[in-house]
């Protein structure tokens, strides 16, 4: 277990407060783990500050390679890792726990409970999946984590809404939507005007759905120019571990049969932020052809739109709460019919991908990760104030 020297606690009357961040965090590779990271710089008033905003940083084993930023490493399955971990948050003024049930130690993750219960100051818990029809134990975790912390976070409407369906206290509820990184103000854009690029990243693995586009793209073969489908993004983790890259060696296979392996490029080297940047100004239109019906928040989703790109998405839940009112194109979950003909349009229609264009710019500012660490500010200094009441 790897430890830092913790910042002193400020107290609730300081203007400068500390904080710490519970999750997953590079160089582990999840959506928790960026999610963490952009989190904890937007909410940092100066850039490169390491003692503002701390991370208590979730692992399987000790692998001690965090940055300065990291306090200690939770080990999942380590009481005396927790107790380490409760001790360093409790220095802290504000403790925010990112929640999703794989990635702490235990059934479903139940060990997040014994870490919030032991946390003094106040808690704010991130969740980033409230599941329409949660197994009684999952249930069970989400309202006892509830009862413990001092404020919930959801990232959408529709999470918020699903949580009346729990034995939770809707008062402790705030909406902060997902942040996102700013487009870079000059991109070098190697942009195929000729050819339009149709973009999908994000670490691969089952139900992403690259498959229902796949079939789409054979649906396209008469555009002129045809377009292309780039595929970005390396196999998550734990699916290389347990399944290698049989996902997309299918993809492949299954292109090459439709006679679209020309039409179909997948690039699963590692892109820094810059060159993804790149690469996502480049696209003409960018696609989440996702399988699930149950997704309440999509980094990737954010991103798209706080890039001012055209997005069509399969109706998941953040999309559709997002895309509404003429943002984007909304298609069946796994449906390659209903993609090619929502490609078709935008490929084809000059006019609607303007508009497209033109109501994702509206809303991105209000998406940067500045933006909504400011949110998560300003909630800390409402629970800060709260308890200083309750003192005084």
Same mark, same amino acid.
């Given at each position: 277990?790897?430890?830092?020297?913790?910042?002193?606690?400020?107290?609730?009357?300081?203007?400068?407060?500390?904080?710490?961040?519970?999750?997953?965090?590079? $160089?582990?590779?999840?959506?928790?783990?960026?999610?963490?990271?952009?989190?904890? %710089?937007?909410?940092?008033?100066?850039?490169?500050?390491?003692?503002?905003?701390?991370?208590?940083?979730?692992?399987?084993? $000790?692998?001690?390679?965090?940055?300065?930023?990291?306090? !200690?490493?939770?080990?999942?399955?380590?009481?005396?890792?927790?107790?380490?971990?409760?001790?360093?948050?409790?220095?802290?003024?504000?403790?925010? &726990?990112?929640?999703?049930?794989?990635?702490?130690?235990?059934?479903?993750?139940?060990?997040?409970?014994?870490?919030?219960?032991?946390?003094?100051?106040?808690?704010?818990?991130?969740?980033?999946?409230?599941? @329409?029809?949660?197994? $009684?134990?999952?249930?069970?975790?989400?309202?006892?984590?509830?009862?413990?912390?001092?404020? /919930?976070?959801?990232?959408?409407?529709?999470?918020?809404?699903?949580?009346? @369906?729990?034995?939770?206290?809707?008062? %402790?509820?705030? &909406?902060?939507?997902?942040?996102?990184?700013?487009?870079?103000?000059?991109?070098?854009?190697?942009?195929?005007?000729?050819?339009?690029?149709?973009?999908?990243?994000?670490?691969?693995?089952?139900?992403?759905?690259?498959?229902? !586009?796949?079939?789409?793209?054979?649906?396209?073969?008469?555009?002129?120019?045809?377009?292309?489908?780039?595929?970005?993004? %390396?196999?998550?983790? %734990?699916?290389?571990?347990?399944?290698?890259?049989?996902?997309?060696?299918?993809?492949?296979?299954?292109?090459?049969?439709?006679? &679209?392996?020309? /039409?179909?490029?997948?690039?699963?080297?590692?892109?820094?932020?810059?060159? /993804?940047?790149?690469?996502?100004?480049?696209?003409?239109?960018?696609?989440?052809?996702?399988?699930?019906?149950?997704?309440?928040?999509?980094?990737?989703?954010?991103?798209? !739109?706080?890039?001012?790109?055209?997005?069509?998405?399969?109706?998941?839940?953040?999309?559709?709460?997002?895309?509404?009112?003429?943002?984007?194109? /909304?298609?069946?979950?796994?449906?390659?019919?209903?993609?090619?003909?929502?490609?078709?349009?935008?490929?084809?229609? $000059?006019?609607?991908?303007?508009?497209?264009?033109?109501?994702?710019?509206?809303?991105?500012?209000?998406?940067?990760?500045?933006? &909504?660490?400011?949110?998560?500010?300003?909630?800390? @200094?409402?629970?800060?104030?709260?308890?200083?009441?309750?003192?005084?």
């Amino acid at each position: 277990m790897t430890s830092n020297q913790t910042s002193v606690h400020k107290g609730p009357g300081s203007s400068e407060r500390t904080f710490g961040i519970v999750g997953t965090y590079p $160089p582990t590779e999840c959506g928790i783990a960026t999610f963490s990271a952009a989190l904890r %710089k937007g909410m940092c008033r100066r850039d490169g500050d390491q003692q503002e905003c701390r991370v208590v940083r979730v692992v399987d084993e $000790p692998e001690g390679d965090g940055g300065p930023e990291v306090l !200690v490493e939770l080990q999942r399955g380590s009481p005396t890792s927790i107790c380490a971990a409760q001790e360093t948050l409790s220095q802290l003024d504000v403790t925010i &726990v990112q929640h999703e049930y794989g990635i702490y130690g235990g059934d479903d993750g139940e060990e997040v409970l014994d870490i919030v219960k032991g946390i003094e100051g106040p808690t704010i818990a991130v969740l980033h999946t409230v599941l @329409d029809d949660p197994t $009684p134990n999952q249930r069970r975790i989400l309202e006892s984590m509830a009862g413990s912390v001092d404020a /919930l976070v959801t990232m959408t409407r529709t999470a918020q809404r699903r949580l009346r @369906d729990y034995d939770v206290d809707m008062a %402790k509820v705030s &909406v902060i939507p997902h942040g996102a990184h700013p487009p870079a103000s000059e991109v070098e854009v190697d942009q195929d005007l000729e050819r339009p690029t149709i973009l999908t990243w994000g670490l691969l693995g089952p139900g992403k759905g690259i498959e229902w !586009v796949v079939e789409a793209m054979a649906q396209l073969k008469d555009l002129d120019p045809q377009p292309r489908y780039q595929v970005v993004g %390396k196999t998550h983790p %734990k699916v290389l571990e347990q399944d290698g890259e049989a996902y997309r060696s299918t993809l492949q296979e299954r292109a090459a049969e439709l006679g &679209v392996a020309d /039409l179909v490029e997948f690039d699963d080297s590692y892109s820094d932020r810059a060159e /993804l940047q790149r690469t996502i100004a480049a696209a003409h239109v960018v696609i989440l052809p996702y399988d699930s019906e149950d997704q309440v928040t999509s980094g990737v989703l954010i991103e798209a !739109v706080a890039a001012s790109k055209a997005v069509i998405s399969s109706s998941f839940p953040h999309a559709v709460e997002l895309l509404g009112g003429g943002i984007g194109l /909304l298609v069946p979950r796994q449906d390659p019919d209903a993609i090619a003909a929502a490609l078709r349009r935008v490929l084809s229609e $000059p006019s609607l991908h303007e508009r497209m264009v033109a109501g994702a710019a509206a809303v991105a500012p209000s998406l940067s990760w500045t933006a &909504v660490g400011g949110q998560y500010r300003s909630l800390a @200094d409402k629970l800060l104030g709260g308890r200083a009441s309750a003192v005084a």
